[in-house]
């Protein structure tokens, strides 16, 4: 089964894309890719976006899934990264990597000498599921940019016209 991951520059609803993957997004592969490793380890911002342009290319080497690049655009049927596996972001105000999930309520810091992901029950989902399925960027979900306009005859889900 196939999960997306989504990496910007800044968090908040002006972050910056600058690259999704698709495929075998998980924790251990994305320690086990050197770019991606190198990512979620970066201390300033010209690391972080050089790792990512390189594991947008590595990861279609390594057989992995498929990278998509800013300049073809927003690569998803969904209108922002609150669907998307996992978030990935390099906030410049803190000088840190970043993690969270779709509809994530909160964002896990990624310590560079020790980069681990989150354990347990996931902590930084949504506490409750069907809310989030009926909108995955309602709050409490961490805020995000919209990617795509949605259209105003979008269906009413759950009762909940979004």
Known sequence: MSSYTDFYFGRGEHAEWIGSLRGECYPDNFLAVPPVLLALTATDEDTFRAAVADALVVWEDERLGQGYQPELGWPWLWFSSHNSSWII?????????????????????????DPRFPEGDDPLGPPDIDTWLRDPAAPPSVPMPLMREKPADMPTLGGDAR
């Open 89 to 113: 972001t390099f906030d410049p105000e803190d000088v840190a990597v970043f993690v969270t999930v779709g509809g994530g309520v909160r964002w896990h810091r990624i310590d560079p000498h």
